[in-house]
């Protein structure tokens, strides 16, 4: 165990950072999505760190982070123009783009395949390290493999104490959900993970349908083979049972109301718990999706603190930023919707 500091991301912080990056060492950092746990995508001793901190499977790649266009530079093979359009379009901000890979970009974060993820973060602390390191930087977010990602520095020490050097205090994330991920390194482009920019904005620049991809809405089926390796495994999951209550508010209330007990809780949208007789947390409000992104995972954290087992979740609409909450909702429960 190594003792782990927590400092308010000031620039004699954002020094400590970029020196430790450059030292081969891990560090956390807010992005405008969620925490990450950065280390230079140059350099595999310290893309290795970051598994081991997370117990992340190794075959699950990692997104690389630059601060700047010309840093793409032999981290991809080719820059196809649909990626210029993306990145005018939605760069510095939550959006993945996956390319062909480059010779520089170390073999531990593309996890054996031939393709780079990169992303271009907005958040200011991000973008000064990045600056300060001057590397570019494979960064997943900050959870322990499996659980909720973090959206508070609070949240990264809960999972990382001991297991890294230096955490970077840059307040609440404004997005709250990870970043959307879209591949170029097909023949079509692909909606892998829904995120804040939407499928609906990526058609728009793109002028051509987006496809989604299967694991987005569903469980991959046995055999099936996941596009994007990170789909196949078990995610975003809390200590309690949740379950997706799929239907108006006033059924909800009614199937909360038949199965309350004993450390059954009900995730819902803010102003409905009133009236419910069981404990709830809220996740937002109904009407506002980008509020429910920033919330959820935070949500989902406090019901493992509260010690909540049995969780009846409100379901958020299925479109726009809602896809992004219902994508990360329906993993922490399994799967398991109830259609009232
Ligand atoms: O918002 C975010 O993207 C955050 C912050 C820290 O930037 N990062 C993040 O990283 O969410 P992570 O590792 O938790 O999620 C990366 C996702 C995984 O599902 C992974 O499988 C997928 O991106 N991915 C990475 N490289 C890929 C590649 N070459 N091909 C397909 N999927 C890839
Ligand atoms: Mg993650």
């Given at each position: 165990?190594m ?9 004699a912080?954002?020094e400590?950072?970029a020196a430790?990056l450059a030292?081969?060492?891990i560090?956390?950092i807010?992005t405008?999505?969620v925490y ?5 995508a140059l350099?595999?001793?310290?893309v290795?760190?970051?598994f081991?901190?997370?117990g992340?499977?190794?075959d699950?790649?990692?997104i690389v ?5 010309e840093m793409?530079?032999?981290l991809v093979?080719?820059?196809p123009?649909k ?7 939605f760069?510095p ?7 062909p ?15 780079v993820a990169i992303?271009m973060p907005?958040?200011p602390v991000a973008?000064?390290?990045?600056a300060?390191?001057?590397l570019?930087?494979a960064?997943p977010?900050a959870?322990r ?10 949240d ?5 104490e001991?297991?890294l050097p230096?955490?970077?205090?840059g307040?609440?994330c404004?997005?709250?959900?990870e970043s ?12 892998l993970r829904p995120?804040?920019?939407t499928k609906?904005?990526?058609e728009q620049v793109?002028?051509?349908?987006v496809?989604l991809?299967?694991?987005?809405l569903?469980?991959l089926k046995?055999?099936?083979t996941?596009r994007?390796?990170?789909m ?12 997706i209550?799929?239907?108006?508010l006033d ?11 004993p450390g059954?809780?009900a995730?819902?949208?803010d102003?409905e718990?009133?009236?419910?007789p ?8 109904r009407?506002?999706d ?5 919330e959820l995972?935070?949500?989902l954290?406090r ?11 409100r379901c958020?609409?299925i ?7 219902y ?6 429960a ?7």
């Amino acid at each position: 165990m190594m003792n782990t500091i927590l400092a308010k991301a000031d620039k004699a912080a954002v020094e400590k950072a970029a020196a430790l990056l450059a030292a081969g060492q891990i560090v956390a950092i807010p992005t405008e999505t969620v925490y990450g746990i950065a280390a230079s995508a140059l350099n595999g001793a310290a893309v290795k760190k970051i598994f081991e901190a997370k117990g992340r499977p190794q075959d699950n790649p990692l997104i690389v982070h630059i601060d700047r266009l010309e840093m793409l530079k032999g981290l991809v093979a080719t820059v196809p123009e649909k990626a210029l359009a993306l990145a005018a379009a939605f760069w510095p901000g939550p959006l993945t783009i996956i390319l062909p890979r480059g010779p520089k970009v170390a073999d531990e974060v593309c996890a054996g395949l031939d393709t780079v993820a990169i992303r271009m973060p907005s958040h200011p602390v991000a973008r000064a390290v990045i600056a300060a390191s001057g590397l570019p930087l494979a960064a997943p977010s900050a959870n322990r493999s499996g659980g909720p990602s973090p959206t508070t520095a609070a949240d990264v020490l809960a999972d990382m104490e001991g297991r890294l050097p230096l955490i970077l205090d840059g307040g609440s994330c404004g997005v709250g959900v990870e970043s959307t991920v879209i591949t170029l390194a097909g023949q079509t482009p692909v909606l892998l993970r829904p995120g804040f920019v939407t499928k609906e904005q990526l058609e728009q620049v793109l002028g051509c349908p987006v496809e989604l991809a299967g694991a987005v809405l569903h469980q991959l089926k046995e055999g099936e083979t996941a596009r994007s390796p990170g789909m196949k495994y078990k995610h975003y999951a809390p200590k309690a049972h949740v379950t997706i209550l799929r239907g108006d508010l006033d059924a909800y209330r009614a199937y909360v109301s038949g199965h309350a007990g004993p450390g059954v809780w009900a995730l819902c949208f803010d102003g409905e718990g009133e009236g419910l007789p069981v404990p709830s947390v809220s996740y937002g409000a109904r009407e506002d999706d980008a509020s429910q992104a920033r919330e959820l995972f935070s949500a989902l954290r406090r019901l493992d603190e509260q010690g909540a087992e049995r969780v009846y979740a409100r379901c958020p609409h299925i479109g726009g930023v809602g896809l992004a909450v219902y994508n990360r909702l329906v993993r922490a429960a399994a799967f398991e919707v109830v259609e009232l």
